[in-house]
């Protein structure tokens, strides 16, 4: 069997069983086994999807989403990058932050968002925080591990072709570092995507995702509950494969490096 | 020691991983306790062939038989020793891993670990029966290798380039080891290398492939007599006249 | 969490062989907690802000032994790490079940994937809702919940790991008469156990970052989650940060106690693993 064959009956193969899963949802859902508010049927479902990019209010509330979980990446990218680099090139820094960074990273942002709910509110600046205390770890981790194993052969290849500290640092350190800076970026993202979800949930206001998905339960709608983790999944995913993903072809991937762990 | 006969065997197609390097026609007969080494040009099929013989790959027309009995898959009676270091099981010791194939035939403790402690005395390894594959060099570890592919007293020995990716001088030490554990065991063995060299060194008989396609071209007797010294003005003549079949090759290189 | 275990790795990576050294050590870790608590000691006592909001140091502390003493805090740890090993149990034995399936059946992986990639760019949490009102408040939708998210790094690194495994370990094995059966038992596991290992600490991560959250939602009676939620309504913040400090010492007693020990006597010790 050649390739093609393989790969055109994996893909019927997946088909058959998404389409499987499907019907076997549907017949549940339409069995009248579980009440219909519960398990809503596809059609529902979708229409309920439909209607609520119409109206326009999922945009809304994927927008104020979007902005919190942004917010947070790049303030823990301007926070945890610089931070990262400089516990890689100075001993005195790692030595400062490392404990710290060891003993904060193992606790779960959401266990802060109790605190933070007590100091901020409820609103943007405790979901912004969350977020940013779950993105910058990976952030600042990865930029230090990155630095720190830049090899040393190109750092003395480049310093014999007469590179002084400063483009050493830029056009060597950097770029060297830059598949742990990249996935540092990924998980970050990822983190700071899990994080808002449930900042939102829990520290609600009245827009975003997750606040949907937690007030739909308040009503037993789960149509709009499920219509929701699909945007949600959406737009997981083309974070991670659309942006993510190209900038490391763009880059990473460009150049023949390996790519370094999936976390 | 059985004798192994291989008839018009020919393997030419596309899998998955890429297009396999073809072999046609290839029969070669070779006698019980005989060395055999296979030499030729990189693209010769050489590794493919021995693939084959080992039974990994089903060849598309021909047959091999071994001691009389045709070949249709892996079995214990060839044991097989390849190229890479990580053939070895990083989760075993060396003795652990020397084990496996008598495991796998069900010999109990007490003789398994018997067995296996003089396999490893034969390559002289018996110091480090317990350490992890990591811990050893690339020489123990093929080494290692050579004594798990006897451990479990097959009755052909297959090498696929086992020296190499080792260093010269290792590669000496191992090449004389390997004479003394023929000499020993006096396995049949099959040996593919690109060295020629090592084939002279080794080999009662030099099967010469050329590629495209990937077929017997000549074969060679080694005549002299073992121990054999690299150095002697005999060892060079048969070296420079291995070359000679091989630099008839379309690209005129050794290898 | 993969990262914080190099972390601790490095941080006491320094051979602590000779006892001055080892304080020399000890004195560099201890700094920047000194420094950040003296901090916070100030900016409590300097009233900046409401004193049941930002409480001092020993305060926290002096509830932190309260509560211990009282059995409560212990109570509520109990049930947390229950429910974090019921639902991380269950994560493990499906997730790694089904990856190893699909890594070693072509059928099982067309089936399968399509369906786990779906479910897996979806945060865990956003599944508490449904999962609430599909089974109820309480301990079996939380411990299902957990389970069910903890279980995809779990499928997804054991189907890599037995996808990875080398080639010419399957040969030699063969050649050597190893059955089907076997081969399975004596190398595709351990060939694929790194992966799998490391499916297993991300999913254990994984859980008990999202089992605090699902325990404040599921309206639970007893856990660290719902202990520092419900503190959030009566203003404790000494007993929420008291619940907190537990919450960080379960996390990195998991890291560096359970895997890093299990990984230290097997992939790490067959040098499949760099250290």
């Not at chain 1, 579980?34 to 229409?47: C, D, H, N």
């Not at chain 2, 054999?228 to 003549?237: K, Q």
């Not at chain 3, 919940?145 to 010419?168: D, H, R, Y």
Request: proline residues 5%; glycine residues 8%; aromatic residues 10%.
């Amino acid at each position: 069997m050649t390739n093609n064959q393989q790969r055109t009956r994996s893909m019927i193969r997946g088909g058959l069983s998404l389409l499987v899963a499907a019907a076997f949802y549907e017949a549940v859902a339409r069995s009248g086994l579980f009440p219909a508010v519960l398990l809503p049927t596809i059609p529902t479902i979708v229409s309920t999807l439909i209607d609520m990019l119409a109206d326009g209010t999922m945009f809304e509330h994927a927008f104020f989403t979007l902005y919190r979980v942004l917010f947070g990446f790049v303030l823990a990218v301007i926070v945890g990058l610089p931070l990262g680099i400089l516990m890689a090139r100075f001993p005195r820094v790692e030595h400062f932050f490392l404990p710290l960074i060891s003993a904060l990273m193992p606790i779960p942002s959401f266990a802060l968002i109790p605190l933070f709910m007590l100091w901020f509110g409820i609103g943007n600046v405790t979901t912004v925080l969350i977020v940013f205390y779950a993105a910058t770890f990976p952030m600042a981790f990865n930029t230090w591990s990155g630095v720190r194993s830049v090899n040393p052969i190109w750092l003395r290849a480049a310093g014999a072709m007469g590179a002084d500290e400063n483009s050493l640092f830029w056009k060597v350190i950097i770029p060297g570092a830059s598949p742990f800076i990249i996935t540092g970026m990924r998980q970050a993202f990822l983190r700071a995507w899990i994080g808002v979800v449930g900042a939102e949930m829990i520290a609600a206001s009245d827009w975003g995702l997750g606040w949907v998905i937690f007030d739909a339960k308040e009503f037993l709608n789960a149509d709009v509950m499920l219509a929701a983790l699909v945007v949600i999944g959406f737009i997981g995913f083309v974070f991670e494969r659309l942006v993510f993903g190209s900038l490391e072809r763009a880059t990473v991937q460009r150049w023949g490096m390996v790519r370094v762990a999936k976390g | 020691m059985q004798p192994i006969a291989i008839r018009d065997v020919s393997l030419n197609y596309d899998t998955p991983g890429g297009k396999v390097q073809g072999v046609t026609n290839v029969s070669i007969d070779i006698d019980a306790s005989e060395f055999v080494c296979i030499v030729g040009p990189s693209g010769c099929g050489k590794s493919t062939l021995l693939n084959i013989i080992a039974g990994f790959l089903a060849p598309a027309t021909g047959q091999i038989s071994i001691g009389g009995k045709p070949v249709t898959g892996h079995g214990m009676d060839r044991g097989v020793v390849f190229q890479d270091f990580a053939q070895l099981f990083p989760w075993r010791t060396a003795l652990g891993n020397v084990s496996f194939g008598l495991e796998m035939k069900g010999v109990a403790n007490p003789e398994r670990d018997r067995i296996a402690r003089e396999q490893l005395r034969l390559v002289k390894l018996e110091k480090f029966t317990d350490s992890f594959p990591h811990h050893l060099s690339g020489g123990m570890q093929q080494r290692v290798a050579i004594a798990r592919a006897l451990a479990y007293n097959p009755s052909v020995l297959l090498m696929d380039e086992p020296f190499a990716a080792l260093d010269a001088m290792t590669r000496d030490d191992m090449q004389r080891l390997l004479a003394d554990v023929w000499k020993e065991t006096r396995k049949t063995v099959i040996y593919v290398t690109h060295n020629v060299a090592e084939a002279v060194y080794l080999a009662d008989r030099v099967v010469v492939m050329s590629a495209h396609p990937g077929t017997v071209k000549t074969v060679m007797k080694i005549d002299l007599p073992r121990p054999r010294d690299p150095l002697s003005v005999e060892f060079l003549d048969c070296q420079k006249e291995l070359m000679g079949h091989l630099g008839h090759n379309t690209n005129g290189a050794a290898h | 969490m993969q990262d914080a275990v190099t972390a601790i790795a490095i941080a006491d990576a320094a051979p602590a062989g000779r006892g001055a050294e080892r304080w020399r050590l000890a004195a560099r870790n201890i700094f920047p907690f000194a420094v950040v608590g003296t901090i916070w000691e100030i900016v409590a006592w300097a009233g900046v802000f409401p004193h049941r909001l930002f409480p001092p140091l020993e305060e926290v502390a002096l509830s932190f032994v309260n509560l211990t003493i009282s059995g409560v805090l212990p109570h509520h740890t109990i049930e947390t790490v229950l429910r974090l090993l019921g639902g991380f149990a269950l994560a493990a034995v499906f997730g790694t079940a089904i990856g190893v399936m699909m890594g070693r059946s072509r059928r099982a992986e067309d089936i399968l994937l399509p369906l786990v990639s779906i479910g897996a760019p979806i945060p865990g949490l956003a599944y508490a809702p449904l999962f609430l009102l599909w089974f109820g408040l309480g301990n079996f939708s939380s411990v299902l919940l957990v389970g069910f998210v903890a279980a995809f790094p779990v499928i997804f690194n054991s189907w890599t790991g037995v996808k990875a495994v080398k080639e010419i370990w399957v040969r030699s094995a063969l050649s050597m008469g190893a059955d089907d059966k076997r081969l399975f038992r004596y190398v595709i596991l351990p060939g694929a156990l790194p992966y799998i290992l490391t499916g297993l600490r991300l999913g254990l991560a994984q859980a008990w970052r999202i089992l605090v959250a699902v325990e404040m939602l599921a309206a639970v009676p007893w856990g660290l989650g719902w202990l520092i939620f419900g503190a959030r309504k009566f203003l404790n913040t000494d007993a929420m940060m008291a619940g907190i400090a537990v919450i960080a010492i379960i996390g990195l007693l998991l890291e560096k106690y359970v895997f890093q020990k299990i990984e230290n006597y097997t992939v790490v010790r067959w040098g499949m693993v760099a250290k």
